[in-house]
């Protein structure tokens, strides 16, 4: 059977999708995956074949241009999918692009499904970026020459990427409620990176450190700043700092004994050799931490599903969250003292046995789409 599979977005959004393209492709299946340019070579890095998917996301911090930049992308979007999935049996997409493809799924008559990171739906999508959708979802369906929408999508499949017991008493109220959205827990390619064995050499060299990453999509307005407020905050706990710079080029800075920064590093390989994780609370680094069995302090710094996780972790006990605009050298050390303790460590290694394993996720996520695919879900 032929897939189409679209994210857009940085890693933490292209990656499950790999995850999944990799798994089908293992099965035989004919799979086209579209990633935005940026993230082609990742994709390809994991020996799958990559389309461009959109524009990369644009610099411009006039709102004008945000607002333009955001309407064209969803045009560009639309069109895409609408070429990608002529002939195809099934087409994936994030929560995002979720309405353009149903779109273009009843354009063409095959099913469509949906992955999700946190729960929600499209319709939680509002404000400036949700009347822009409207808007993308309307004129396309008018170009396709379908009806009118509803006011609703219809029902498909959507894959919950995460695991049920995140998020207790989703499940029952889902199921009442007829929705087709059954848990797989995290997708990860679990890719090696350049620094691992240098990374993993320094940790054994000294106690566990406490590693500290903000995401692939974001760079901090004062990297600068934030490498001192954590060496300094380490310090005064007598804990060692790894820190992954991500996009952020902090070469030319000097660290102190007890820091060490590298670009990027396979958290399946080095969270585990960590004390605790601190980091921005995008699902994919949520459920690193939460798989490593280690504390997690997440310090969020979007308001899309970052707080989600960071509310998730408090509740499960193995760690806690806040914003990190708000955060001080202050409160960062009282943060970290507050998930260094052997009940947030003996919590955290109780929640890791209870994930499911990255080959096990994908498994589920791949017997789902074959099966929407064949007709055999309804």
Excluded at 136 to 159: K, V
Excluded at 314 to 325: A, C, D, I, K, P
Aim: charged share 20%; hydrophobic share 45%.
């Amino acid at each position: 059977m032929k897939f189409v599979l679209a994210s857009y977005g940085s890693r933490g959004d292209v990656e499950p999708f790999a995850a999944a393209a990799r798994e089908l492709l293992d099965r035989g299946h004919d799979v086209c995956l579209a990633v935005p340019p940026m993230m082609t070579s990742f994709v390809e890095s994991a020996g799958i074949a990559a389309v461009p998917f959109g524009s990369d996301a644009s610099s411009a911090a006039v709102m004008g241009d945000v607002v333009r930049n955001i309407r064209e992308a969803w045009v560009q979007w639309g069109a895409a999918l609408k070429a990608l999935s002529d002939g195809a049996h099934l087409l994936l997409t994030g929560k995002s692009e979720q309405a353009l493809a149903a779109n273009v799924a009843e354009y063409y008559g095959i099913p469509h499904a949906a992955l999700h990171f946190f729960p929600g739906d499209h319709a939680s999508i509002g404000g400036v970026l949700g009347r822009l959708a409207k808007q993308a979802e309307d004129t396309q369906r008018r170009e396709l020459g379908l009806p009118d929408a509803t006011g609703s999508l219809p029902q498909s499949l959507e894959i919950q990427a995460y695991e049920e017991f995140c998020f207790p008493g989703l499940a029952a109220e889902w199921t009442q409620q007829g929705r087709r959205r059954p848990f797989v827990g995290a997708l990860t390619l679990e890719l090696p990176a350049a620094d691992d064995a240098e990374v993993l050499s320094w940790i054994a060299s000294g106690p566990p450190p406490i590693y500290f990453g903000f995401g692939s999509g974001l760079k901090l307005p004062s990297p600068a700043e934030t490498v001192a407020v954590i060496a300094a905050a380490t310090a005064q706990l007598g804990e060692r700092a790894l820190i992954c710079s991500g996009p952020d080029d902090l070469s030319q800075l000097g660290y102190p004994d007890h820091v060490k920064v590298v670009r990027a590093v396979n958290h399946a390989a080095v969270f585990p050799a960590c004390r605790a994780v601190a980091h921005h609370g995008g699902a994919g680094t949520t459920a690193a931490g939460l798989r490593a069995g280690v504390p997690t302090l997440v310090l969020w710094l979007s308001v899309d599903d970052q707080p989600v996780w960071a509310e998730a972790i408090t509740r499960l006990g193995v760690g806690s969250g806040r914003e990190f605009w708000t955060s001080t050298l202050d409160l960062l050390v009282a943060d970290l003292r507050s998930v260094l303790t052997q009940d947030c460590a003996t919590r955290a290694r109780e929640v890791a046995g209870q994930m499911a394993m990255p080959t096990e996720s994908a498994a589920r996520a791949a017997d789902l789409l074959e099966a929407t695919a064949a007709g055999r879900v309804g």
